[in-house]
């Protein structure tokens, strides 16, 4: 059972920063790509950037492009999120998503979101 856990969402100011993290566990699986995703109040789940796991390779919603950066954390499967000039737009929670290589191929796991509130 892979487990998925983000923390560091809270309530914050237009202009702030904030850094999310997520962790994996419970899994020997190899890592293929981690990635932040979030989801607005009456909106659905939009993607926010993604990392390859065994080249670095970053991506990015252009909408975050230059004020946030996703990175490997220093534990092992850890990932960060740092968002910087956090603006009210970028209210939502945002969710962790672990892509790994199994026994059946490529699978999916979900953390259960953290919330981030920017206020104007």
């Known amino acids: 059972q892979v487990h998925v856990v983000e923390s560091g969402g809270g309530l914050v100011r237009a202009g702030s920063s904030l850094r999310l993290s997520c962790a994996t566990s419970g899994h020997t699986f190899t890592t293929s790509d981690m990635r932040w995703y979030r989801q607005a109040p009456g909106k659905g789940r939009e993607f926010v950037a993604n990392?390859?796991?065994?080249?670095?390779?970053?991506r990015y919603a252009d909408s975050v492009k230059g004020r946030f950066t996703i990175s490997r954390g220093n534990a092992k499967n850890t990932v960060s999120l740092q968002m910087n000039n956090l603006e009210p737009e970028d209210t939502a929670t945002y969710y962790c998503?672990?892509?790994?290589?199994?026994?059946?191929?490529?699978?999916?796991?979900w953390g259960q979101g953290t919330e981030v509130t920017v206020s104007a």
């Open positions: 998503e672990a892509r790994v290589f199994t026994a059946r191929g490529v699978s999916d796991y």
């Open positions: 990392i390859n796991w065994s080249d670095g390779r970053t």
